[in-house]
Nanobody, 116 residues
Framework: QVQLVESGGGLVQAGGSLRLSCAAS????????MGWYRQAPGKQRELVAI???????NYADSVKGRFTISRDNAKNTVSLEMNSLKPEDTAVFSC??????????WGQGTQVTVSS
């Protein structure tokens, strides 16, 4: 079992920045990738960014150049630095982890609201 606890999020004006953090606990040695998804009202959940244990990253096209994902394997944390935020980034952001047994875990979600 893996538990994920997020922090960060909140309300910011367009063009501003926010940082999300996620701490994993439990069977953290089994985690092979961690990342962030988001879901806006009335829309499907979408992958924002993901990083694997080797440091390889992948980003949604909509956030490339604005968001940066980073992972601290020693601390079992993953962070998402979000810059140049746009109103369309408004969503509930959820931390995500997948293990070597292909089991997925989710955090409780944190609201990010970008005002115009």
């Amino acid at each position: 079992q893996v538990q994920l606890v997020e922090s960060g999020g909140g309300l910011v004006q367009a063009g501003g920045s926010l940082r999300l953090s996620c701490a994993a606990s439990g069977s953290t040695s089994s985690i092979i990738a961690m990342g962030w998804y988001r879901q806006a009202p009335g829309k499907q959940r979408e992958l924002v960014a993901i990083t694997n244990s080797g440091g390889r990253t992948n980003y949604a096209d909509s956030v490339k150049g604005r968001f940066t994902i980073s992972r601290d394997n020693a601390k079992n944390t993953v962070s998402l630095e979000m810059n140049s935020l746009k109103p369309e980034d408004t969503a509930v952001f959820s931390c995500y982890a997948v293990t070597i047994w292909n089991r997925s875990y989710w955090g409780q979600g944190t609201q990010v609201t970008v005002s115009s």
